[in-house]
């Protein structure tokens, strides 16, 4: 049985990975090599692994509530450079400690600055978790850098207004709403009766397109 997981997980993995590659030459002509990637959920790596970056961003294998991640970004230096982790038992979302009760192995949930609230995803110990945020935060390029939010993870139209207001140059927000005036939504056609985007990894594929069009057109602006 676990052997056919294993093939299927393969199997699956390679779907996935060939309706991106049309789009990953792309993008590597548009992200210079030593650009550091920040998300609210593991988009980021998805897009550090496909172009075999180096992982100079911390923001891999976990993923931010909002509007714990607008208050990340308001103040990330501080949050990168010197706020410490602290672990704890329960999520102070309702919808957190859910999906860590349904998940498929427990992982750690931190407390970034005694504000921020990151669940560690991909990782199985407090000691991974912390060891690789602080390694990879220590990393971070804030010359060139690259923010992306995602309508998902309790995000709604305030926290999309709120992060266009951002005083961050190259910030990318996927979005199921056609909103005009804020130059940052990126809006995604496929989910708009959804009211929220959809899985970055599944439809990694659907992300690269619209990402590849917002950054020739940030180049160009």
Same mark, same amino acid.
């Given at each position: ?68 991640? !607008? ?5 990330? #230096?501080?949050?990168?450079? /010197?706020? +410490? %982790?602290? $672990? ?68 709604? !139209? ?5 992060? #266009?207001?951002?005083?961050? /140059?190259? +910030? %990318?927000? $996927? ?47």
């Amino acid at each position: 049985m676990e052997q056919l997981k294993h093939l299927y997980r393969a199997i699956r993995n390679k779907y996935y990975f060939f309706k991106r590659y049309r789009y990953i030459r792309e993008l590597r002509k548009e992200l210079p090599e030593n650009i550091s990637i920040i998300s609210s959920n593991c988009f980021a790596g998805r897009i550090m692994q496909d172009l075999k970056m180096q992982y100079n961003s911390p923001t891999l294998g976990l993923y931010i509530m909002y509007p714990d991640y !607008i208050e990340f970004l308001s103040n990330l #230096e501080y949050y990168l450079k /010197e706020a +410490k %982790i602290e $672990f704890v038992k329960h999520s102070k979302y309702t919808l957190g400690d859910y999906r860590r009760n349904k998940a498929k192995h427990w992982y750690p949930i931190g407390l970034l600055g005694g504000r921020v609230e990151i669940h560690f995803l991909h990782y199985h110990t407090e000691e991974e978790a912390a060891s690789k945020w602080y390694r990879r935060a220590s990393r971070v390029n804030f010359d060139k850098l690259l923010v992306i939010g995602m309508e998902q993870n309790r995000c709604d !139209i305030d926290d999309i207004y709120a992060f #266009e207001k951002l005083p961050i /140059e190259n +910030k %990318i927000m $996927f979005s199921s709403k056609k909103l005009p005036p804020l130059e940052s939504n990126v809006f995604i056609s496929r989910y708009a009766q959804m009211e929220k985007v959809g899985d970055p990894y599944r439809d990694g594929h659907v992300f690269y397109k619209y990402l590849v069009n917002k950054l020739k057109r940030l180049k160009t602006s």
